[in-house]
């Protein structure tokens, strides 16, 4: 009884034969069998509809609140968005992919990848395309139905689509490090708790400090692009921000002269995912299942 009942234990999360061959390719192929199968996995489980529809929804409540004088303000919609998705999204990124290694390792399910012929960190990091695939497509479907209803409007702005290439770039990199910490984590509980510490810190606490210490003459006003750069959150708001002609004043203002220019943010965001993914490829060497 014991046997049969962690077979069906293992045999619990995928619905799906294991790809044949997998080892026999490349480190590309590997990788992306590794991809497509997670992606499977989540499309399974209706990660994938449930993303798509919480980013449909916000845009949709933004654009008919922003609709409510008759004319909607496509600037102020957008505005918004990026102010609302600068604590959503994170949020939802990090916990879309705090349970990837360590909740699949409690399941039995990675214990099963490991056996293939695939180093380890392949299959992390098919793992994390894999679910950034399901995030992107959510990000872009739910934030494309308000900007379906602002282009039959007429009032569509290319600062909507800086908004939805912004979310998908902070997304890559809070999914990054929730990977991480979930490759970290020895429990489910342990891997969600530091993922909600981290949201706290960058969502919540990071800006007030880093104000803080420049406001008390403790570091200069040129350590403000340090800040930006070193939080994926705020680095996200400044570029979506920064595709909207009409913002002024405050932050915009600030970082005239600094060099957080759109390709400096868009390199950090992609510099916070690749590090993030690396890190969790390696430390996962070290885990035991």
Do not use: C
């Not at 046997?3 to 069906?8: L, W």
């Not at 919609?77 to 994170?90: D, G, H, N």
């Not at 282009?151 to 689509?161: E, I, S």
């Not at 002024?248 to 868009?266: I, R």
Request: aromatic share 8%.
């Amino acid at each position: 009884m014991t046997d049969v009942s962690a077979e069906e234990e293992v045999s619990e999360e995928p619905a799906f034969a294991l790809p044949t061959g997998v080892g026999e390719g490349s480190a590309l192929d590997q990788v992306a069998t590794v991809a497509r199968l997670e992606f499977a996995l989540a499309v399974r489980n209706r990660w994938a509809f449930a993303l798509a529809a919480l980013f449909a929804s916000l845009s949709v409540l933004v654009v008919a609140l922003g609709g409510q004088g008759g004319v909607v303000r496509a600037d102020a919609v957008v505005v918004s968005l990026v102010e609302l998705s600068a604590l959503l999204l994170p949020l939802v990124a990090l916990l879309f992919g705090y349970d990837a290694v360590v909740g699949s390792d409690e399941s039995g399910w990675l214990g099963v990848l490991f056996a293939l012929p695939v180093p380890r960190s392949r299959i992390v990091v098919g793992t994390y395309l894999g679910r950034l695939a399901v995030f992107t497509g959510a990000v872009v479907a739910g934030f494309g139905v308000g900007g379906l209803w602002l282009a039959a409007q007429g009032r569509f702005t290319p600062a909507y689509l800086g908004l939805v290439g912004a979310a998908v770039l902070g997304g890559a990199a809070f999914l990054a490090l929730s990977t991480l910490l979930s490759t970290l984590a020895a429990e489910k509980t342990h891997a969600l708790g530091g993922a909600l510490l981290l949201w706290v810190w960058v969502a919540l606490v990071h800006d007030l400090v880093s104000v803080g210490l420049i406001a008390a003459d403790i570091v200069g006003p040129d350590w403000l692009a340090v800040f930006v750069l070193a939080n994926p959150a705020t680095a996200f708001r400044v570029l979506a921000l920064q595709s909207v002609p009409t913002v002024t004043g405050g932050m915009a203002d600030v970082l005239v002269g600094s060099g957080v220019t759109p390709p400096v943010l868009v390199a950090a965001l992609v510099a916070w995912s690749v590090a993030g993914t690396w890190l969790a490829s390696r430390l996962v060497r070290r885990r035991s299942v």
